[in-house]
């Protein structure tokens, strides 16, 4: 278990170290500490690794990418409860509330890589070795800060300011022009509102000017971001 403990916390102190490390470095980093207990996931954009209501068996790491976590309403409709990057780590929550299931779908944005470790090893980890608990408080200090300002931002603006939100994050620090390529169906569940009210607003920014489209893809060129940047802007100093 010692020798399992000093890997995770060499993994866990990578992923919060907050400096830029490139996939294919990421890769081969994890590789190098990959076990019977430690299994390292490079997945594709688009990827479920979790399910909605399946049997809570892993703790996942999310050492480099971005994902986004879907919920279900009663009936059933989706919603993209938020699009997180940085170190995450699934299933958490649940296995220390002693839950037996996944609260909700997790999905690649992006290709990403994850470290996966059964659910009962890694309790034993955090109840064993400090530095682990350390930086799981830690994780979980910044994941209830960040759920709590996402959903007070979230609702203190307009689906449509949380659009241009939304776009602005697309092209940051992307060559222009960029495409969006995402799916509307995705956008739309993202800012809780229906397809015709988000085609309505895509109408709205391309007659203004703010955006451009090309068949399904909205494109983003320099002068249209100076424009995105400014409405983004003038939101965040409301």
Known sequence: MNSF?????????????????????????????????????????????????????????????????????????RIIADTLTKTQIFGLIEAVNKADYYNSTVITLSKALLVKIERDIFLEAIYSDIAISSYVIEYLAYFSTHSIEHSRYKSAISPYENLI??????????????????????????????????????NKLTDEGIISRDRQDIIISESNFKKIEELFNSINNM
Do not use: M, W
């Open 5 to 77: 403990n000093d890997s995770l916390k060499k993994i866990l102190n990578f992923s919060f170290s907050n400096k830029y490390n490139s996939f294919s470095s990421t890769r081969a980093f994890l590789q190098h500490y990959s076990s019977d207990c430690i299994q390292v996931l490079a997945l594709k954009e688009n990827s479920i690794f979790i399910d909605h209501n399946s049997e809570l068996e892993y703790i996942y790491i999310l050492v480099h990418g971005t994902t986004y976590v879907v919920n279900y309403t009663l009936d059933g409709r």
């Open 165 to 202: 939100i939304y776009l602005y994050n697309k092209a940051l620090g992307k060559r222009l022009p960029h495409r969006v390529k995402d799916n509307k169906s995705f956008i739309a569940d993202s800012l809780q509102i229906n397809k015709r009210t988000l085609y309505r607003y895509l």
